[in-house]
């Protein structure tokens, strides 16, 4: 059982459609991150938020950590296909002295 | 600006055969990881070294070993590689703890290695 589930793991859309990607967990996190990973790279970090409830906005992309601090979302409005890649969240767990763990993952596909 | 640095890229053993996949970072990190990446379960957490000459073991360290003599350098040892140890090998580096607000950790490009 991985201690970040996402949802949903795969995702095919068309550009220009919006969509939104689910960290979830029963643990509380100091602080949730989350990445970007194309095919063949290692992952880039998109953002971090720390306090619950936070919205972070990077162009497009929203990010929101929830206000329990246990879950997060990543929305993103009028894919296009430049963000195809793989999504991860990954969390500081409080309760375990910031131990980082990753989440399983989404694969996003953005058809032009 | 060569960042991290992961040799090798790809990598094919036989069962019980041994290797090191070396890790090099150029930007005077303390922290360095080594992770393992399998569908369907992100990244994995097998040692890290929060400075030159320590490390310390992750979630999933069974099977490898670790060794950081140089600030710059990380690397992981398969000692009698397993089919189970099929898998994307990254590195990564960071200033300070993973997921810590204003530290951001980098990546190599991964090590894609198969045991037959």
């Known amino acids: 059982t991985q201690l970040l589930e996402q949802s949903p793991q795969f995702l095919s859309i068309q550009e220009g459609e919006n969509l939104t990607v689910y960290c979830n967990s029963s643990s509380v996190f100091s602080s949730l991150q989350w990445y970007r990973q194309e095919p063949g790279e290692g992952p880039v970090l998109l953002v971090t938020?720390?306090?619950?409830?936070e919205v972070k906005k990077l162009k497009r992309l929203t990010f929101q950590f929830g206000d329990a601090r246990k879950d997060s979302s990543l929305h993103i409005t009028a894919a296009q296909p430049g963000d195809t890649g793989l999504y991860l969240c990954?969390?500081?767990?409080?309760?375990?002295?910031?131990?980082?763990?990753f989440g399983t993952g989404t694969s996003l596909t953005v058809i032009p | 600006n060569a960042g991290v640095t992961q040799t090798p890229k790809f990598r094919v053993l036989k069962t019980g055969q041994s290797m090191t996949l070396l890790c090099a970072q150029d930007?005077?990190?303390?922290?360095m990881y080594w992770y393992r990446q399998d569908p369907g379960m992100g990244l994995r957490l097998i040692h890290y070294?929060?400075?030159?000459?320590?490390?310390a073991k992750g979630e999933v360290p069974d099977g490898y070993n670790v060794s950081r003599l140089k600030k710059q350098n990380f690397l992981l040892g398969l000692e009698s590689a397993a089919p189970s140890q099929t898998s994307v090998y990254f590195c990564?580096?960071?200033?300070?703890?993973?997921?810590?607000?204003?530290?951001?950790?980098?990546f190599g490009q991964g090590t894609r290695l198969t045991v037959v």
């Open positions: 990954a969390g500081a767990q409080a309760v375990t002295g910031n131990q980082f763990y």
């Open positions: 938020v720390v306090t619950g409830g």
């Open positions: 990564a580096s960071g200033l300070g703890q993973m997921g810590l607000k204003n530290t951001e950790a980098f």
């Open positions: 070294s929060v400075g030159e000459g320590t490390t």
């Open positions: 930007m005077n990190h303390e922290y």
